[in-house]
């Protein structure tokens, strides 16, 4: 079975502080992984996906096989990066099944 | 345009009555899904169809039922709400091969 695991709730920043959101999955398949961002009042999103290699508004992620882990990452924090983040899990082929996480709320203080 | 809608947004309603959920993508998406937020905003996969097809259910009371018109409709029915039912409920939907799933802006049940 599938499991995503995000270890914090809540994650407090000074702004301006690196910032790394924890995510751990078991999959015995090829799994996709994905970081999903929730601002307050408005719909969940996609921030990004490890198969894009890509950085959004500062944010990278890489997958480690080994440590099963795909940890959210920001070198600065910015006010407006306050929001839930949810870290989810893909099955590769077929019908997939989306498993999240149960969410990271992070905080940035000013 | 809107790519995944849900009405109503908001929805208060007393234990014990029968509501729905509409969902609608135009996206030409072939998988769509429904998301169960709960107050500390724990994200849990409910259903999930494939081209009117029910793909993924998980372990949700019977008094749950998904129902899908065609392709690009997915709706919720839920009968003799509980009070544990209160949450915000998510629709997406994704294209086959799931490359990114696209949420509905959630519909807030409150049963009082």
């Known amino acids: 079975a599938q499991r995503v695991t995000q270890p914090e709730k809540l994650l407090s920043v000074f702004k301006g502080a690196p910032v790394e959101l924890k995510c751990n999955y078991s999959?015995?398949?090829?799994?996709?992984l994905f970081w999903y961002v929730q601002y307050s009042r408005q719909r969940l999103q996609l921030l990004l996906r490890?198969?894009s290699r890509e950085s959004i508004k500062g944010f990278t992620a890489d997958l480690n096989k080994g440590e099963t882990s795909f940890h959210l990452k920001k070198p600065f924090a910015q006010e407006e990066d306050s929001a839930m983040y949810y870290c989810?899990?893909?099955?590769?082929?077929?019908?997939?099944?989306?498993?999240f996480g149960t969410g990271t709320k992070l905080q940035v203080i000013p | 345009d809107t790519a995944v809608s849900q009405t109503p947004k908001y929805l208060v309603t007393q234990m014990g009555n029968d509501k729905s959920i509409k969902c609608e993508q135009n996206?030409?998406?072939?998988?769509m899904y429904w998301y169960k937020q709960d107050s500390k905003k724990f994200l849990k996969i409910m259903f999930s169809?494939?081209?009117?097809?029910?793909?993924i259910n998980e372990t949700v009371p019977n008094r749950f039922s998904p129902k899908s018109p065609d392709k690009a409709h997915l709706n919720l029915h839920i009968n003799s709400l509980e009070l544990g039912d209160s949450a915000v409920y998510f629709c997406?939907?994704?294209?086959?091969?799931?490359?990114?799933?696209?949420f509905g802006q959630g519909t807030r049940l409150t049963v009082v």
């Open positions: 997406a939907s994704s294209p086959l091969g799931f490359t990114e799933a696209f």
């Open positions: 490890h198969i």
């Open positions: 996206l030409g998406h072939d998988t």
């Open positions: 169809y494939n081209n009117k097809e029910l793909i």
């Open positions: 999959y015995s398949g090829s799994p996709e």
């Open positions: 989810a899990l893909s099955e590769s082929g077929g019908y997939q099944k989306v498993t």
